[in-house]
């Protein structure tokens, strides 16, 4: 199971900091990533990362979001900084078992509800 937390109404250039915690997996050996969905639109990977904690960016985030694992808390971060209206989205929390921790939602196997992110003035 994976729960995710910390979404909100937040003004543009505000930070928020999601957190996707992992129940009933072998948290060490499994690839995390970040999705999002707006109204209308496809699922858009945001940011990976692997068991390594090698990190992974889409261009549209690079800069702005750090994504961020504790394997003892089990719970995976993204850190959302400079946000702007454009990143209004459902984040999704993924894992996956496989080698690679891509960009790609086919990847995965494991998804939590979302949590809501809302940008606005």
């Known amino acids: 199971q994976l729960l995710e937390s910390g979404g909100g109404l937040v003004q543009p250039g505000g930070s928020l900091r999601l957190s996707c915690v992992a129940s009933g997996f072998t948290f060490a050996i499994a690839n995390f990533a970040w999705f999002r969905q707006a109204p209308g639109k496809g699922q858009e990977g945001v940011s990976s990362i692997n068991r390594g904690a090698i990190t992974n960016y889409a261009d549209s985030v690079k800069g702005r979001f750090t994504i961020t694992r504790d394997d003892a808390k089990k719970t995976v971060y993204l850190q959302l900084n400079s946000l702007k209206p454009e990143d209004t989205a459902r984040y999704y929390c993924?894992?996956?078992?496989?080698?690679?921790?891509?960009?790609?939602?086919?990847?995965?196997?494991?998804w939590g509800q979302g949590t809501q992110v809302t940008v606005s003035s």
């Open positions: 993924a894992a996956t078992y496989n080698d690679q921790a891509s960009l790609m939602f086919y990847e995965y196997t494991y």
